[in-house]
């Protein structure tokens, strides 16, 4: 299945509601602003990456990222801990 801006928005915003949250509770949750969550939710093709990863992460949305070739595992916690 192939992913854009509004099916990461529809996702955010279904998870959202399902755990009760508020838009307002979310944003506060992530440290972004009430107008970030809006337009994450309405599929905003231009919002921040990072912003958005930390989103996913507070809602417990795990993504799956697979190359087409053989790749080393980035390990992006690992390396992370190690600096």
């Known amino acids: 299945m192939k992913y854009n801006s509004t099916s990461l928005g529809e996702l955010v915003k279904l998870t ?3 755990l009760g949250l508020t838009q307002e ?12 969550i809006i337009e994450l939710e309405k599929g905003k093709p ?6 958005a990863l930390t989103v996913l992460n507070v809602l ?5 990222f697979v190359s087409p070739v053989d790749t080393p595992d980035p390990q ?3 390396a992370r801990d190690e600096a």
């Open 16 to 18: 959202r509601k399902g």
């Open 25 to 36: 509770s979310l944003a506060l949750a992530a440290g972004t602003g009430l107008r970030f």
């Open 46 to 51: 231009t919002c921040q990456l990072q912003k």
């Open 60 to 64: 417990g949305i795990q993504m799956n």
């Open 76 to 78: 992006p916690e690992k």
